[in-house]
Nanobody, 118 residues
């Protein structure tokens, strides 16, 4: 079965850190760009960060710049999102998304809940 599986979410206090993982199952991520999205209750899904298939290009939403870091290990077939200095407004379900470089294939994960609260 071809799928993305996120993990690493949870409850953390403001100022804390979490590392999310997005692992591919049934296919290799080598030729896929990956993005992290999030959706808070009552809000639209928004892009958080993305990384190219080689890892040479990354981009971040202004709201997370300087606090979040995206990285990938093609050897582990996994993409990571290191989240530091977390704020209550970072509370959301986080999803990873894989898009094939040559088009025609893309996948969404099932999401992982991140809650930032004291």
């Amino acid at each position: 079965q071809l799928q993305l599986v996120e993990s690493g979410g949870g409850l953390v206090q403001p100022g804390g850190s979490l590392r999310l993982s997005c692992a591919a199952s049934g296919f290799t991520l080598d030729y896929y760009a990956i993005a992290w999205f999030r959706q808070a209750p009552g809000k639209e899904r928004e892009g958080v960060s993305c990384i190219s298939s080689s890892g040479g290009y990354t981009n971040y939403a202004d709201s997370v710049k300087g606090r979040f870091t995206i990285s990938r290990s093609n050897a582990d077939n996994t993409v990571y999102l290191q989240m530091n200095s977390l704020k209550p407004e970072d509370t959301a379900v986080y999803y990873c998304y894989a898009e094939y470089n040559y088009g025609g294939r893309d996948y969404w994960g099932q999401g992982t809940q991140v809650t930032v609260s004291s």
